[in-house]
């Protein structure tokens, strides 16, 4: 059974940083892509970035892009997104979602991290 556990959000200043950790279980993390997205109130879903499977490779979305960094570890069935120069606007719950690829539909996705970018 695909399981995922995203933790890390909390409360930051603008322009601070925060590590969002995603814990995945009942799979074996090599053969899958992992994305982070996230959801803000009254606002679409919006993918964030993803990391495929080996060898890796990543997307961002234009948003995020020069500031967020995302990085798996197979051994600790672990994936990251780095999250720098934080902004307002990035307040949202964040995702963590495993897929077949990067472009496939997500087989199974996590409860979230809250994640609030205020002075």
């Known amino acids: 059974q695909v399981q995922l556990e995203e933790s890390g959000g909390g409360l930051v200043q603008p322009g601070g940083s925060l590590r969002l950790s995603c814990t995945v279980s009942?799979?074996?993390?090599?053969?899958?892509?992992i994305g982070w997205f996230r959801q803000a109130p009254g606002k679409e879903r919006e993918g964030v970035s993803c990391?495929?499977?080996?060898?890796?490779?990543?997307t961002y979305a234009d948003s995020v892009k020069g500031r967020f960094t995302i990085s798996r570890d197979n051994a600790k069935k672990m994936v990251y997104l780095r999250m720098n120069s934080l902004k307002p606007e990035d307040t949202a719950v964040y995702y963590c979602?495993?897929?077949?690829?990067?472009?496939?539909?997500?087989?199974?996705w996590g409860q979230g991290t809250q994640v609030t970018v205020s002075s």
């Open positions: 979602a495993a897929y077949v690829s990067c472009t496939s539909q997500p087989v199974g």
């Open positions: 009942g799979f074996t993390l090599d053969y899958y892509a």
């Open positions: 990391i495929s499977g080996s060898p890796a490779s990543t």
